[in-house]
């Protein structure tokens, strides 16, 4: 069974800063590349940021620099520290597996993250 839990979204000026939180259920995070995603009103989901099991990140050039993605194994737990924080980010944001070149089929309730003043 699918089980993702985003948390720590909210309403915050533009400049401003928020932590992602997302616990996974185990058969879901355990070895593999876990992911932020997000989704913006009237657009597709895209990928912000990956982490390998190892810990190795990638980003997308429109969070790069602003954003960090961290993971804690023993937790099954993914974050995204978004810093810098601009009205184009403002979306509902989703964690799940990178499972490139399919999209997860199952996903959480997501988080909604508001930029505005």
């Known amino acids: 069974q699918v089980q993702l839990v985003e948390s720590g979204g909210g309403l915050v000026q533009p400049g401003g800063s928020l932590r992602l939180s997302c616990v996974a259920s185990?058969?879901?995070?355990?070895?593999?590349?876990m992911g932020w995603y997000r989704q913006a009103p009237g657009k597709q989901r895209e990928l912000v940021s990956t982490i390998i099991s190892n810990g190795r990140t990638d980003y997308a050039d429109s969070v790069k620099g602003r954003f960090t993605i961290s993971r804690d194994n023993a937790k099954n737990a993914v974050y995204l520290q978004m810093n810098s924080l601009k009205s184009d980010d403002t979306a509902v944001y989703y964690c799940n597996r990178y499972l490139p070149p399919d999209w997860p089929d199952s996903w959480g309730q997501g988080t909604q993250v508001t930029v505005s003043s």
């Open positions: 185990g058969n879901i995070f355990k070895g593999n590349t």
